[in-house]
């Protein structure tokens, strides 16, 4: 892989299932960091300094210095919901930014309007779209999801696209026999099969249309073995997925702490409670069930008990969601730790992290775009390992998965420093 990356010319179309709150803080996050009015914290593409090898290594230089990435200035936003609503009307009703940061950016956000969104409403269970396309099958569903992205692509006069989904939470979903080939899952398409859900319809389009695709959600969507058939056969990087910005990742800088000091953990006991549309649909107990399963298994990979039974072979890992309308987006996370030191006498820490879910997930979406984009341009394909970085349970090609986030760091610096040596 030594050929040269082709250049990020021409405008960069970032297409995002599911224009709620995430999805309308990266937008509008973009827009003003590109006017010139906020800084773009948080964001590695956009802040981030990669140490070289070489004689530049003193100075860390930053990223996008290095690594050919799309600027701001070329990003065309589009998405799809299942609600009308503007990107305007859709984040001034999410509530993460105040009014005079919105009134900035008005007009770009007013113009802003969602595609008609794929919507089988089994997958879930507590929104009741409006905005909602119709078709005689799932097959047919996948073509109007291709032409949505042909024309965005035409009309916005995008050189190169990349999706990544801001859409809700859908039910807990394992991968099936309809999800084992490129073959088996065409056919559940044409039948309208109940294993196909709505995520994997807008991945499969954006696939078949070589557009680069990450899964923010714990959906299964990008992460099944026709998925990444496809993906390969068409030269298309995927990523996922669940973005990693609150509890996990305190709990993937935290546990690999005490896993060097040889701490010991008794229980990790995990609560939150969030008032957004996000935190609604985890209230069902089979959407919260998909995020849990994304949020268990970091710690046993991180501390792995076989090796250290006596400090991490029985500790009690226990993690709930609450909805509470009143703290919108502004979410609350407490753990509450149970380790042991010395002589096996206990202590305990606890963290109370006042998060605001949106604001530390947008630096994300845009990350992903740039590198998924990048990672089109440089010739790579399939799941991209490199980019755990961003997730609470990552795409891997094969085996176990990498949780800590120290090691994903350097997972990513590597892959960072081998594209810059080529850009
Ligand atoms: N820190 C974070 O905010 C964070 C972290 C990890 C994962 N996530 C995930 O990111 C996603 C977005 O979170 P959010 O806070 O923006 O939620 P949100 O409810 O504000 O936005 C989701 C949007 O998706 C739309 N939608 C639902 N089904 C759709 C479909 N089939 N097609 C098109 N649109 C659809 C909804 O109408 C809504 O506008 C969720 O899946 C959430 O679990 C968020």
Redesign the pocket.
């Known amino acids: 892989m030594s050929t040269p990356i082709a250049p990020a010319s021409g405008k960069l179309g970032i297409l995002l299932?599911?224009?709620?709150?995430?999805?309308t803080t990266t937008i509008a996050g973009a827009l003003l960091v590109r006017g010139g009015h906020a800084a773009p914290v948080g964001s590695l593409t956009q802040m981030g300094r990669l140490a070289l090898d070489d004689d530049r290594g003193a100075t860390r230089p930053l990223l996008r210095e290095v690594v050919p990435l799309a600027s701001l200035d070329q990003l065309r936003f589009g998405g799809?919901?299942?609600?009308p609503e503007d990107a305007h009307e859709?984040a001034t009703s999410?509530g993460v930014l105040d009014g005079r940061d919105l009134a900035r950016i008005r007009g770009e956000m007013l113009s802003l309007k969602p595609m008609k969104?794929?919507?089988y409403p089994g997958y879930?269970r507590r929104?009741h779209?409006t905005h909602v396309k119709t078709a005689p099958s799932k097959a047919a569903m996948v073509e109007q999801v291709r032409d949505d992205i042909r024309r965005f692509k035409a009309e916005q006069g995008c050189e190169r696209l990349v999706a990544v989904w801001?859409?809700?939470?859908e039910v807990l979903q394992s991968p099936s026999a309809t999800h084992a080939t490129v073959h088996s899952f065409e056919k559940a398409l044409a039948e309208s099969s109940a294993d196909v859900s709505?995520a994997q319809i807008y991945a499969w389009a954006c696939l078949q249309e070589g557009v680069p695709f990450a899964n923010?959600?714990p959906n299964l969507c990008v992460d099944f073995p026709a998925a990444v058939e496809l993906a390969r056969l068409r030269g298309v990087p995927v990523a996922g997925k669940?973005?990693k910005?609150?509890q996990t990742l305190l709990k993937t800088a935290i546990a690999p702490m005490l896993k060097a000091r040889l701490l010991g953990l008794r229980g990790w006991y995990s609560t939150n409670i969030l008032g957004?549309?996000?935190g609604e649909?985890l209230d069902d107990p089979d959407s919260f069930r998909a995020?849990e399963a994304t949020k268990l298994g970091v710690l046993e990979q991180i501390l792995e008990p076989a090796l250290h039974g006596h400090l991490y072979g029985d500790f009690v890992h226990k993690i709930r969601i609450d909805y509470h309308p009143p703290r919108g987006d502004a979410k609350e996370a407490w753990d509450s730790i149970d380790l042991f030191g010395w002589l096996g006498y206990p202590m305990q820490l606890k963290i109370d992290f006042q998060g605001r879910?949106?604001i530390?997930?947008a630096p994300l979406v845009l990350d992903l775009a740039l590198l998924l984009d990048l990672a089109r341009r440089a010739g790579r394909s399939g799941p991209q390992e490199w980019l755990s970085f961003f997730f609470k349970s990552p795409m891997v090609t094969a085996g176990a998965h990498e949780n800590d986030l120290f090691v994903q760091r350097r997972m990513l610096e590597g892959v960072l420093r081998a594209l810059a040596e080529r850009g």
């Open positions: 299932p599911g224009m709620g709150a995430v999805a799809w919901d299942i609600f859709a999410a969104g794929v919507f879930v929104l779209g801001c859409a809700s939470t709505n923010g959600s669940d973005f910005t609150g957004n549309r996000d649909v995020k879910d949106s530390l997930a």
